[in-house]
């Protein structure tokens, strides 16, 4: 159980363009979701926080316009990463936290590896 | 402010050695701890954790005791395989349910 998954699993995008990265809770219900980003061969950074059916809260430093989040459902939460450009290339990480069991622990996704041309 | 310290790496042993891989964090109140595993090309899983002081996380071999006086959550495993080569995070989770990573420790380990 507490299975999250993202889509893309990579991705290659021209520069300008606009790319969506999904986030599910496949078997639990996630009334908070996170968005990390991590850079080659470094740590993952926190972007933003997402709650269902509210808006995110971004991290110091995280354009909210550059990237936009939307926590739809309990079980989907979206990362739109918008006129991206090469500098956005890395690797973008979700987790979830249960709403119930272990309410502290987050389960993360495979991530999602992102390259803009 | 919450931080975590991890010794850097990369780190390569031999099959059947010792492992220890350092974790120190800073953090206000009582954090719960975590060692996170992410293999090459993969996303993270949860190793182990702990959520109080003097608790020990094990899994697959895999140690931590939580130690509050000194701060520390090492790592520990007897004897490592060479399917255990990967970066391994140390993490705290704050009150406030954001969890901070360390700077991950690559392990390599040859036959």
């Known amino acids: 159980g507490a299975v999250v998954s993202q889509h893309p699993s990579w991705v290659i995008c021209k520069s300008g363009t606009s790319v969506k990265i999904e986030c599910r809770s496949l078997?639990?219900?996630?009334?908070?979701m996170f968005w990390y980003r991590q850079f080659p061969k470094q740590s993952l950074m926190l972007m933003a926080t997402?709650?269902?059916?509210?808006?995110?809260?971004?991290e110091q430093g995280v354009e909210k316009d550059k990237f936009l989040i939307n926590h739809a459902s309990l079980t989907l939460s979206t990362l739109t990463v918008t006129s991206a450009h090469p500098e956005d290339s890395s690797f973008y990480i979700c987790?979830?936290?249960?709403?119930?069991?272990?309410?502290?622990?987050?389960?993360f996704g495979p991530g999602t590896r992102l390259t803009v041309l | 402010g919450n931080s975590v310290t991890q010794m850097e790496g990369p780190v390569t042993l031999s099959e059947e050695a010792f492992l220890t891989i350092n974790c120190t964090y800073t953090?206000?109140?009582?954090?719960?701890l975590f060692w996170y595993v992410q293999y090459p090309g993969e996303g993270l899983q949860l190793l182990l954790k702990?959520?109080?002081?003097?608790d020990k996380g094990s899994n697959k071999g895999f140690e931590a005791t939580y130690r509050k006086e000194t701060t520390s959550f090492h790592l520990e495993k007897g004897s490592v395989q060479v399917s255990d080569s990967a970066v391994y995070f140390c993490?705290?989770?704050?009150?406030?349910?954001?969890?901070?990573f360390g700077p991950g420790t690559s392990l390599s380990v040859i036959p």
């Open positions: 702990a959520t109080k002081a003097d």
């Open positions: 993490a705290l989770k704050t009150s406030y349910d954001k969890v901070i």
């Open positions: 078997d639990f219900q996630a009334t908070t």
């Open positions: 997402s709650n269902e059916g509210s808006k995110a809260t971004y």
């Open positions: 953090a206000t109140g009582y954090p719960s």
């Open positions: 987790s979830a936290r249960t709403t119930s069991g272990s309410p502290n622990e987050q389960f």
